[in-house]
């Protein structure tokens, strides 16, 4: 089964920037949505960002202006540059794929292809 890669979490200061990446191996993102999920422990998972193939993005109120999304011109890697990160962003952070239509972009229900996932500590 197809499955995403994560990487680029880790622990970072109040106020600091990550650059997660996400790739499906063997693969483009062509055609597809991609998308960006924070879950912590207890939680519902939480919408982020999204991608669409012809570039339009969309983000959460609440990491809108500190969050881009992006995607290279190949179409193989997905990021999530964070900036003026907060204790509060401290969470699991997924990528997901798949063919969404516009108006499901921010539920998790809508995307099939998911990584296991890139822990981000947001900490002094």
């Known amino acids: 089964q197809v499955q995403l890669v994560e990487s680029g979490g880790g622990l970072v200061q109040p106020g600091g920037s990550l650059r997660l990446s996400c790739v499906v191996p063997g693969r483009t993102f062509s055609g597809y949505v991609v998308c960006w999920f924070l879950q912590v422990p207890g939680k519902e998972r939480e919408w982020l960002a999204s991608?669409?193939?012809?570039?339009?993005?969309y983000y959460a109120d609440s990491v809108k202006g500190r969050f881009t999304i992006s995607r290279d011109s190949t179409k193989i890697t997905s990021f999530l540059q964070m900036s003026s990160l907060k204790p509060e962003d401290s969470a699991v952070y997924y990528c997901a794929s798949g063919s969404v239509i516009l108006s499901q972009i921010t539920r998790s229900e809508s995307y099939t292809t998911w990584g296991q996932g890139t822990q981000v500590t947001v900490s002094s």
């Open positions: 991608i669409r193939s012809n570039g339009a993005t």
